[in-house]
C-alpha cells in the first residue's frame, strides 16, 4: 500500500500545472453551481415526513388553496370598518393566501358590546387589530415586505413566515461578513505559524478550493439548510486548516535533509498520510452521526461536512503539493525566522499542572455530565430573534396586546355534523382556546351548506375534509403548548379514531420537540462507537481510544453544561449537532497529541516525552484550535440568528474545552496509564532526552 501511494505522490509532483489547471477549472464551474443551490430557512420542512403535523400539511395543500396561517399582522389605532379596508388590502397582496379576522366568525354589524368578549379579543382589542394571515412559501419574501409597508397603517408582523424571511435576508450578509473577518484572521496566524510569507497564500489557495468545490457538488442536493449554508464552510475552513498545515511543516522538515524540492514533497506526502488520513476519518465520521438524525437538518449538514472534509483530504494530497512544487522557489525567496517559541517552558508548565488536573478533571466529568443534560430548550422558531430585532420587538409588542396567541387547524371526515358540534363544544371548554371557526360554529349544524357563503365554505370545507380553525392562548413553544397539543389530539382521537389531522405553528414545534429528543441518544453514540473504533484500529491498542474518547466528551459535557450553569435556554438543534461537530473536529488534537508522546517514549522517559510532546505540538494545535475558537465566536456575537448564533458560540467554546483538556489534562492520563499501552520504556538518561528534544524541535521548525 505505501509503494502505490508513493507512486502516486510521485505522479502528483511530476504532473503540477495539469493538476491544478484540473481544481482550478473544477473551482470555476462549482462557482456557478453555487448559485443554483437553493437554500431553505424554515426548519419545520426538516420534520419527517411521517410526523403527524408534516402529513397534515401535505393533506391540507392538496385540499385546500389555503394553508395554516403562519404571518400574525397588528395594525394600531383602527376602527371596525378601517379594520375591514385594511383586510382587502391584505387579501390584495401578491402571495397572501388567506386572511383571516372577526368577520369570518360573526356578523360584523353587530354590536361588538353584544359579541363574546373572549372572542372579539382574539382580533380587536383597544382599537388595534389582528389578522391571521396565510402566505404562500413560494412568494414569502415579496409577501412579508409588502405587508409591512402597507400604506398608512402602523404594523407590527410575526410568524413562522416573518422568520424565515428574517433569517433569508439577514443571515447571507451577516455570513459574508463573518468569512472576511475569519479569512483575515486565520491569515494572520498562517503568517505567526508558518516559516515563509508564501506559505499562507498556499494553505488559503487550498482551503478555498476544497471549499468552493464542496459548496458548487451542494448542487447534487437540490436545496440545503441555512445551518449548512451559513455554518458549512467556515467550520470546514477552520476544521480542515491543520491539514494543510501539518503537511506544509512536514515538507519544510523533509526539505532541510533532501535538496530535490519534488522529492522533498513526496517525502512528506508519505510520511504525513497516516496522520492525515487518522484525522480525516474520525473527523468524518463524526460528521456523517448526524446522518442518523430524523430530523433532517442534522443529515443535510452532516453529509455536505463530511463531504466538504473529504474533498479538503483530495486537496490537500493533490492540489496543495502541485501549488508547492509550482511555488517552492518563490516560498524559499520568502523564507522569515519561526515567530514562534519553542514552548519547552509550557511543556514543564504542563508536567508540573498536570497530575492536579486529571484530579480535577476527575472530580468534575459527573457533574458535567449530568448539567449538560439539564438544559431547558427550545425547539422551533418561536425564539430565534431576539428583543434586540425588529421582529423580536414586533412579537412582543403583539403578545402584548393580545396575549399569547397561535392558530391551529383541525382536519376531520366530512359527514358527521352533530360529531363535529360535538368535537367543537368540547374543545371549547379548554381554557386555552379562545375561539374556533368552523362550518357548524358559524352557520350551525342544522343548516345547508347551499345557504352558506361560498367564500367561507371554501375557506372551511373541501372534498373529504371539513376544517377548524382554532385560536388558542398559548405561545407557539411552551410546555402549555405541547400540553394543549396533546390534549387537542386524545380529544380529536374520541371522536374520529386515526382519521384527525392537527397542523399549526405550536404543533409543529411539538413534532419538532418530539423528533429531535428521540435523535440525541442514538447520535451520539454512534458518533462515539464510531470514532473509538477507528481509534482502536489506528492505534492498534484498546485502552489508548477510551482516554482520547473520554477526554473530548468530557469538553463537550462542560461546554454545553454551560448555559444551564447560567441559566440560558438552549436551542436543541444547536444542542444536537455541536456533540458530533466538536469531537470530530478537537479528535484530531488528541491524536495528534497521543501519537508525538507514543514516538517520543521510544527513545526518552516518561517525564521528558510529556515535555517534548507539549513542545513539539502546540504550535500545531494552536493553529487549528484558534482558528475554530474564532470562527465560533464570530459567527456567535454577528448573527442575530439564534440557533446560528448559539451553535457558533458553542463551536468557539467547545474548541477552547478540548484544548484546555488535551493541553492540560490528556498529558497526565498520558502519563499515568502509560504501562497500559507503551510496551519499551523509553531511555533514562536525562542528557539524552534534552538533546533529542532540542533537535526535534529544531526539526519542527518551532
Not at 481510544?545 to 440560558?568: D, H, K, M
Request: hydrophobic fraction near 45%; include cysteine; proline fraction near 3%.
Amino acid at each position: 500500500m505505501d509503494r502505490i501511494l508513493r507512486k502516486a505522490y510521485i505522479w502528483v509532483v511530476n504532473h503540477p500545472r495539469m493538476i491544478v489547471t484540473v481544481f482550478a477549472a473544477a473551482l470555476l464551474i462549482c462557482v456557478v453551481l453555487k448559485g443554483m443551490v437553493s437554500v431553505n430557512y424554515d426548519m419545520k420542512d426538516y420534520l419527517p415526513e411521517d410526523s403527524p403535523s408534516t402529513r397534515a400539511l401535505h393533506v391540507m395543500d392538496n385540499e385546500y388553496d389555503e394553508g395554516t396561517p403562519n404571518v400574525r399582522v397588528m395594525i394600531k389605532d383602527v376602527s371596525i370598518p378601517e379594520a375591514l379596508d385594511y383586510k382587502q388590502k391584505l387579501e390584495d397582496i401578491d402571495g397572501v393566501t388567506q386572511v383571516t379576522w372577526l368577520d369570518d366568525s360573526v356578523n360584523i354589524g353587530i354590536p361588538l358590546e353584544m359579541m363574546d368578549e373572549d372572542l372579539t379579543d382574539n382580533f380587536y382589542k383597544d382599537g388595534n387589530v389582528l389578522y391571521q394571515v396565510t402566505v404562500d412559501k413560494s412568494k414569502r419574501i415579496s409577501a412579508v415586505h409588502n405587508i409591512e409597508i402597507l400604506k398608512g397603517a402602523e404594523i407590527a408582523a410575526s410568524g413562522d413566515a416573518v422568520s424565515t424571511v428574517v433569517a433569508t435576508l439577514s443571515t447571507v450578509k451577516e455570513i459574508k461578513k463573518i468569512t472576511i473577518i475569519a479569512v483575515i484572521f486565520v491569515l494572520l496566524i498562517l503568517v505567526v505559524t508558518t516559516r515563509s510569507w508564501i506559505e499562507p497564500v498556499i494553505i488559503l489557495a487550498g482551503l478555498g478550493v476544497s471549499i468552493g468545490i464542496n459548496a458548487g457538488t451542494n448542487i447534487i442536493f437540490g436545496e440545503i439548510s441555512f445551518i449548512t449554508n451559513a455554518a458549512g464552510s467556515i467550520l470546514q475552513l477552520a476544521v480542515s486548516l491543520d491539514y494543510s498545515v501539518f503537511l506544509i511543516h512536514r515538507y519544510e522538515e523533509c526539505r532541510k535533509t533532501c535538496s530535490d524540492h519534488k522529492e522533498a514533497m513526496v517525502d512528506a506526502l508519505s510520511k504525513s498520510t497516516s496522520s492525515i488520513l487518522s484525522s480525516g476519518t474520525t473527523t468524518v465520521i463524526g460528521f456523517l452521526a448526524l446522518i442518523l438524525m430524523q430530523f433532517r437538518i442534522g443529515p443535510d449538514l452532516g453529509i455536505a461536512l463530511a463531504k466538504g472534509i473529504l474533498i479538503g483530504l483530495i486537496t490537500v494530497f493533490s492540489f496543495t503539493p502541485a501549488l508547492v512544487v509550482l511555488c517552492h522557489r518563490i516560498m524559499e525567496k520568502a523564507h522569515h525566522r519561526s515567530f514562534l517559541p519553542d514552548f519547552r517552558d509550557f511543556g514543564k508548565f504542563v508536567y508540573k499542572a498536570m497530575i492536579p488536573m486529571v484530579c480535577i478533571f476527575a472530580l468534575i466529568i459527573v457533574p458535567a455530565y449530568k448539567a449538560s443534560n439539564s438544559n431547558s430548550y427550545y425547539y422551533g422558531s418561536a425564539y430565534i430573534f431576539g428583543t434586540d430585532t425588529k421582529l423580536g420587538r414586533d412579537t412582543e409588542e403583539i403578545k402584548e396586546k393580545f396575549c399569547k396567541n397561535d392558530t391551529y387547524a383541525l382536519m376531520i371526515p366530512k359527514g358527521k355534523p352533530s360529531v363535529e358540534k360535538e368535537l367543537s363544544q368540547e374543545l371549547q371548554e379548554l381554557p386555552e382556546v379562545s375561539g374556533i371557526i368552523s362550518y357548524v360554529d358559524a352557520a350551525g349544524a342544522e343548516v345547508p351548506k347551499e345557504y352558506v357563503e361560498a367564500d367561507t365554505l371554501k375557506k372551511l370545507d373541501s372534498d373529504k375534509y371539513t376544517r377548524m380553525i382554532i385560536s388558542v392562548d398559548v405561545e407557539d413553544e411552551s410546555e402549555e403548548t405541547f400540553r394543549l397539543v396533546e390534549t387537542i389530539r386524545d380529544i380529536a382521537d374520541e371522536y374520529y379514531p386515526d382519521e384527525w389531522l392537527l397542523a399549526g405553528s405550536g404543533v409543529s414545534n411539538y413534532d419538532l420537540m418530539d423528533t429531535t429528543t428521540a435523535d440525541m441518544i442514538k447520535v451520539n453514540l454512534v458518533a462515539i462507537v464510531a470514532v473509538y473504533l477507528v481509534l482502536v484500529l489506528m492505534m492498534r491498542s484498546l485502552f489508548l481510544p477510551l482516554i482520547l474518547v473520554a477526554s473530548i466528551e468530557t469538553a463537550i459535557w462542560i461546554n454545553v453544561s454551560c448555559p444551564y450553569i447560567i441559566g440560558n435556554p438552549v436551542f436543541y438543534i444547536a444542542y444536537l449537532i455541536i456533540s458530533s461537530v466538536q469531537l470530530g473536529a478537537t479528535v484530531d488534537y488528541s491524536i495528534l497529541m497521543t501519537d508525538r508522546y507514543r514516538e517520543y517514549r521510544e527513545t526518552l522517559d516518561k517525564k521528558e516525552a510529556v515535555v517534548s510532546t507539549i513542545s513539539s505540538v502546540t504550535g500545531s494545535i494552536l493553529v487549528s484550535g484558534s482558528a475554530l475558537t474564532m470562527v465560533g465566536f464570530l459567527l456567535g456575537f454577528i448573527s442575530s440568528h439564534g440557533v446560528l448564533a448559539q451553535l457558533g458560540i458553542f463551536v468557539g467554546r467547545g474548541a477552547l474545552c478540548s484544548l484546555c483538556i488535551v493541553f492540560l489534562v490528556l498529558p497526565g492520563m498520558l502519563y499515568i496509564f502509560d504501562r497500559l499501552y507503551i510496551r519499551k520504556p523509553g531511555g533514562r538518561k536525562k542528557s539524552t532526552g534534552k538533546k533529542m528534544t532540542l533537535r526535534r524541535s529544531k526539526e519542527n521548525g518551532i
